[in-house]
């Protein structure tokens, strides 16, 4: 018997490189457009424009910001930007100063009690984005392209999501198709869909294609809603993942070094990972075992080592735009 279950643990060992390694044939190294390489300078051009309008309007919430709540206005936080380099981004603050103090890292969660009742509006207007402009003159970010993550959780969702380091190819940007298309990311299935279209874009992108989408960003500030803002500027996109399986398959290894990370995500990531491979561990052996009752061993054995080769990961996560 422990023979048995020794082999078992093997053939799902192999299965989950097997799927990793498709995985990776499928989401080879992308590569940018010709547009990609010069469009920093249209980028500091338009961003130094648009600041002398802004000016006045990241003054005056720098004021609301500190007359409503302690702690400084202007918040700044390190995320990962092209080719994976750090810098620090700048945004007006939403939540409270002490907000991860005792938490750490961590995404945000629907109606989140930190969030001040004026971070609440800025979020939904989108004014916190205002001060990344200097992010943009300083050569870090672009107007557009995929948005910038922070990086205790790149590290993680690099480890579950295959291809999602391609996103880091170009410069992050304030807007992207990405953001304009999909709400905040609840799920491993919602991530998978953005990176799917910050590829697109990095493919893909040119200048016509730049200009639509600062437009319809700029027409959703406004007031017109998402959906027509979109089809105003031919930008709604519909993208469809597999809900399971896509070669999100980890080894146990690589569920003990997220736990070894050190940050709250990482360690929720990697448990509620740990309790799916378990629950469809139990499952595989239930249906291995009525096979075997039925005479149909070999039959139950493959079934049972199919289903723990598939990887669908619905983890529930809550994090910012």
């Known amino acids: 018997m422990p023979v048995k279950n020794d082999l078992r643990k093997r053939r799902r060992r192999r299965a989950a490189r097997s799927a990793s390694r498709r995985s990776e044939a499928r989401t080879a190294a992308v590569k940018p457009s010709a547009y990609c390489q010069w469009k920093g300078t249209f980028d500091r051009a338009v961003a130094a424009v648009l600041l002398v309008p802004s000016l006045p309007i990241i003054a005056g919430l720098i004021v609301l910001v500190r007359l409503t709540s302690r702690g400084p206005a202007i918040y700044r936080q390190t995320r990962v930007g092209k080719d994976g380099k750090e810098f620090c981004m700048y945004k007006i603050r939403t939540m409270r100063h002490d907000a991860e103090m005792a938490s750490g890292a961590v995404w945000t969660r629907p109606r989140d009690n930190r969030i001040t009742l004026v971070g609440r509006a800025l979020r939904k207007l989108h004014l916190d984005e205002f001060p990344q402009l200097f992010n943009v003159l300083r050569g870090e970010m672009s107007l557009v392209g995929p948005r910038p993550e922070r990086p205790e959780f790149v590290h993680v969702l690099a480890d579950v999501i295959p291809g999602y380091r391609r996103r880091l190819a170009v ?3 304030i807007t992207g198709l990405a953001q304009i298309n999909l709400p905040p990311d609840t799920d491993l299935a919602s991530v998978r869909r953005k990176v799917v279209l910050d590829v697109e874009y990095i493919e893909t992108a040119n200048l016509l294609l ?31 993942v597999e809900a399971g399986g896509n070669g999100i398959a980890l080894a146990p290894e690589t569920l003990v070094r ?14 509620a990972l740990r309790r799916d491979a378990a629950a469809a561990a139990t499952d595989g052996d239930g249906a291995d075992r009525d096979h075997r009752a039925n005479g149909n061993g070999k039959a139950g054995r493959h079934a049972a080592d199919g289903r723990n080769g598939q990887a669908a990961r619905e983890l529930s996560l809550a994090k910012p735009r």
């Open 171 to 173: 410069r992050p940007g």
């Open 258 to 271: 997220l736990e070894r990370l050190g940050n709250v995500a990482a360690a929720e990531l990697a448990s």
């Open 210 to 240: 730049d200009l639509r989408m600062t437009l319809c960003t700029a027409a959703r500030l406004l007031g017109l809603p998402g959906l027509h803002a979109m089809r105003l500027f031919r930008l709604e996109r519909d993208v469809v």
